[in-house]
């Protein structure tokens, strides 16, 4: 009898215990709403009121989504994630720090879709990205943030793509604005594209930055309009020999309140322009120190100093 009941005894820990592990298991898709509660499992029939009381719930390499709009606040991601908002405003307002953080490891993807950023005046970055291999940013809106709207700066390499999106108002004094890419030692190299959004009303437009201390970064800019910046739209810069390097391709860059396109610090730090509309800026193109290279097909007037590029580039 006594054997009987220590096996019994043995066999209910058992039990208790797979289902304490199952309680505490990750879902692959979690789920926010407006009326949701972070005590609950963040299921569709239970969603979560946060994306911070979501993200602890979802599996990496997971999906968390929005049943309804709503402010889900900041969040920090440390894992492949994917948010994505297809149901009505999904905000991300803060006040006097960053709206979402990622810190992940090298082989970490993050994908944002449908976000609205807002930071009041006062918060810092709207997206900042600390570590990880690839960013990914799909029609959303950042605006409000004195520092940057996205600030890109990975300690190893990465990739960053914004496509459809709108970064307005960002950045409280010249050094900040729109979006700023710098790779930080460890990062080798640093490659994106900005393709199909809007860099308006920002202090600076977009930024890559060799100075940082890590290796080539090169990003394109496509279909875009960069424009009623209050200084420079769009600008490469670089120091000690390390590539930094813009192509401004089909992109309007006007109404700013300093130059349209510029390339400053080191030979390496080169704008390359195609296709593209310079004009009704301070300067159109200005080149101290970098290059700004045309393949002869773009427009560049009505600038206060229209400037000219550093070279001429053939068509293939």
């Known amino acids: 009898m006594k054997t009987i009941r220590v096996v019994t005894m043995m066999l209910c820990a058992i039990w208790l215990l797979l289902g304490a592990s199952g309680a505490q298991a990750q ?32 599996a990496a390499g997971g999906e968390i989504n929005t049943m309804d709009p709503g402010g889900f606040g900041a969040v920090t991601i440390t894992k492949s994630i994917r948010i994505v908002a297809e149901s009505g405003v999904a905000g991300v ?19 944002l879709e449908g976000l609205v950023f807002d930071g009041v005046g006062t918060g810092l970055n709207g997206i900042l990205f600390n570590s990880g291999g690839s960013l990914v940013i799909q029609n959303c809106k950042i605006f409000g943030f004195t520092q940057w709207g996205i ?28 979006v700023k890419v710098i790779g930080r030692a460890g990062a080798t190299t640093v490659s994106g594209v900005v393709n199909r959004t809007l860099l308006a009303n920002n202090a600076t437009g977009f930024v890559i930055d060799g100075t940082g201390g890590g290796g080539t970064s090169e990003v394109t800019v496509r279909d875009s309009v960069v424009t009623g910046n209050t200084g420079n739209g769009i600008v490469a810069t670089s120091a000690a020999g390390v590539g930094s390097v813009v192509f401004v391709d089909r992109t309007n860059a006007s109404h700013n309140g300093g130059a349209g396109i510029t390339a400053s610090g080191v030979a390496q730090a080169v704008a390359i322009l195609n296709n593209s509309n310079v004009h009704n800026n301070l300067s159109g193109l200005a080149a101290s120190g970098g290059q700004i290279l045309s393949f002869k097909t773009n427009a560049i007037s009505s600038n206060g100093t229209d400037g000219a590029p550093t070279a001429f580039l053939s068509l293939n």
Do not use: M
């Open 93 to 111: 307002l803060v006040s006097g720090t960053n709206g979402i953080v990622v810190s992940a490891a090298a082989t970490d993807t993050v994908y």
């Open 27 to 58: 879902a692959t898709r979690t789920w926010v709403s407006g009326v949701g509660d972070d005590a609950n499992p963040c299921s569709r029939t239970a969603p979560c009121k946060t994306f911070a009381g979501a993200i602890s719930k979802t």
């Open 151 to 178: 600030l890109f700066t990975p300690t190893t390499p990465g990739k960053l793509s914004v496509t459809d999106s709108v970064i307005t108002n960002n950045g409280s004094t010249a050094s900040f604005g729109g």
